[in-house]
């Protein structure tokens, strides 16, 4: 700026330029000492305006710190296959998600692959006399948009706010968005309560499902890890053998995610 400024003064006073030679010749000591006091003031804004910024980095939490919770759970990777593709409320179901849906007797969508072995899973159930039923299997955004407004309100109902209300549904409902009913490779499984109680068919599914592709999506004990409370209807297919190693290992989805993408 100082340079152009300086410039410009040269071709406004041309015309007295040779009268004025000597006296510019004794100002040039002077012009190199402006111009060096501009450049050190300059160097020296520029450190100062450093500072604040250096300071305000230093002042944000640390990423890791923030992070804690949802290593395990961050590990969706580009090339994941289908069938372990990982939908929770850290990684939402990406906006080109495309499913091929197949109904059920009663129904219920699921993704068309699952369909065989699902069929298979419950052939087996039957034929030990367990008596399992296809429960909610594929929602669209909507549906999962109207159970979480209707857990909400029955929590608001109960006197809490809506903030209160909303933290605590979303302990029940997933976040539309984040849950793998949208993807069509979830599904509830219940008993169908004359012939098989609840915990029969839920024993039978935690035992057997992995032989069939499917597993208990989240276990008791890994709430922290999964984000989703214990849910012992809930299971989704990942195929038999990531199903057998998860079963086997005792671990959730995530965590078999993370051993495989290190
Ligand atoms: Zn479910």
Redesign the pocket.
């Known amino acids: 700026m100082r340079q152009e400024t300086n410039d410009h003064n040269v071709d406004r006073y041309k015309p007295r330029r040779q009268s004025r030679r000597k006296k510019r010749f004794r100002r040039i000591p002077i012009f190199l000492f402006l111009c060096c006091l501009v450049i050190t003031v300059t160097a020296f804004g520029l450190i100062k305006n450093k500072d604040p910024l250096g300071k305000e980095e230093w002042q944000m939490p640390p990423i890791t710190a923030i992070n804690t919770n949802m290593t395990a759970s961050n590990t969706r990777s580009e090339e994941t296959p289908w069938n372990l593709i990982l939908v929770n409320k850290w990684n939402s179901i990406p906006d080109d998600y495309e499913v091929e849906l197949m109904e059920l007797a009663n129904g219920q969508l699921v993704d068309k692959r699952i369909y065989p072995e699902l069929q298979e899973m419950f052939d087996a159930a039957r034929s030990e006399n367990i008596y399992p039923i296809a429960?909610?299997g594929y929602r669209t955004e909507k549906k999962q948009k109207s159970l979480m407004k209707e857990k909400v309100t029955e929590y608001k109902a109960k006197g809490l706010s809506q903030g209160e209300a909303r933290a605590k549904a979303e302990a029940w409902v997933?976040v539309p968005g984040t849950?793998?009913?949208q993807i069509g490779l979830?599904?509830?499984i219940n008993a169908d309560r004359t012939q098989s109680t609840g915990n029969d068919v839920y024993e039978w599914l935690r035992k057997n499902s992995y032989k069939f592709g499917f597993i208990l999506?989240?276990p008791a004990d890994k709430t922290d890890i999964t984000g989703v409370i214990n849910?012992p209807?809930?299971?989704r297919y990942v195929g038999k053998e990531a199903a057998a190693q998860i079963y086997k290992k005792g671990i959730c989805l995530e965590e078999y995610l993370n051993k495989l993408n290190k």
């Open positions: 429960g909610s997933a849950s793998e009913h979830s599904i509830d999506r989240y849910e209807w809930h299971y």
